[in-house]
């Protein structure tokens, strides 16, 4: 009990030096407390007469109160934000552009080298396919020079 009125007594103090420094004006010294209040007031006032804004203040509740939840998430992740791993990204960045790089002369190799496999192989199709006609063109040759051969013997 004597906690919250110490706490009470001490909110009290802070309102007072807060309205010392801001209530002298032109009206002379006014109670910021009762000023906000009557602007309080007011907006409730307008509010309550039209359902429109209603509408509009329960709309930005509910915005505020996401926003505020979210803002709490991102406080309750600072640590995670501040830790030694976060912080030495912009370290990492120039080791990640330099292996980007590399990455991309590798691919450009692997590329060129994709592109000599393939002449390896369309000249290897091609190797292939006259020899194959080659072969075929001996075979036929033999096959008549073996035809004509068992011909004369039986002839003679």
Not at 26 to 48: F, R
Not at 94 to 121: A, W, Y
Request: hydrophobic share 40%; charged share 30%.
């Amino acid at each position: 009990m004597a906690a919250g009125a110490v706490e009470l007594q001490r909110m009290q103090w802070r309102l007072e030096e807060l309205e010392q420094r801001v209530g002298v004006g032109a009206c002379g010294p006014c109670k910021v407390a009762d000023e906000v209040g009557k602007v309080q007031m007011a907006l409730s006032n307008i509010t309550g007469k039209r359902e429109r804004i209603k509408i509009l203040f329960k709309k930005n509740k509910q915005v505020i109160n996401s926003r505020a939840a979210l803002l709490e998430q991102v406080k309750n992740l600072q640590p995670i934000l501040d830790s030694a791993s976060i912080q030495a990204v912009p370290d990492h960045a120039t080791k990640l552009q330099r292996l980007s790089q590399i990455h991309i002369q590798q691919q450009e190799q692997c590329h060129d080298l994709t592109d000599d496999v393939k002449i390896l192989l369309e000249d290897y199709n091609k190797m292939t396919l006259l020899l194959s006609k080659q072969f075929v063109q001996w075979n036929e040759i033999l096959t008549r020079l073996e035809t004509a051969k068992e011909e004369k013997p039986a002839a003679e």
